[in-house]
Nanobody, 122 residues
Framework: QVQLVESGGGLVQPGGSLRLSCAASGSIFSINAMGWYRQAPGKQRDVVAVITTGGTANYADSVKGRFTISRENAKNTVYLQMNSLKPEDTAVYFC????????????????WGKGTLVTVSS
């Protein structure tokens, strides 16, 4: 069984910064891509940023230039540095590990964390 645990959410003023972390644990052999998604109240879950094992990152247009995704493959951990935060960034942020291969199962699966709340407000 693979578990993802996010941390780093909280309340921040507009223009401020936060850093989210997500660690995947379990009998993991490899992870293809890791990413961050967010869901604002009453809205669907949308992708924020995704990064491959090789370090190629892609971002939603709304966060380009403000957010930076990074990962430590050896630790199965992904980060999201969020700068110049805006009230519209307020959401529950979910971590995802995609294409996960484990030592105990065939094939690969995607896993999700339970989310961490980010509130941007003065």
């Amino acid at each position: 069984q693979v578990q993802l645990v996010e941390s780093g959410g909280g309340l921040v003023q507009p223009g401020g910064s936060l850093r989210l972390s997500c660690a995947a644990s379990g009998s993991i052999f490899s992870i293809n891509a890791m990413g961050w998604y967010r869901q604002a109240p009453g809205k669907q879950r949308d992708v924020v940023a995704v990064i491959t094992t090789g370090g190629t990152a892609n971002y939603a247009d709304s966060v380009k230039g403000r957010f930076t995704i990074s990962r430590e493959n050896a630790k199965n951990t992904v980060y999201l540095q969020m700068n110049s935060l805006k009230p519209e960034d307020t959401a529950v942020y979910f971590c995802s590990s995609m294409g996960v291969k484990t030592h105990t199962s065939l094939g690969d699966m995607d896993y999700w964390g339970k989310g961490t709340l980010v509130t941007v407000s003065s």
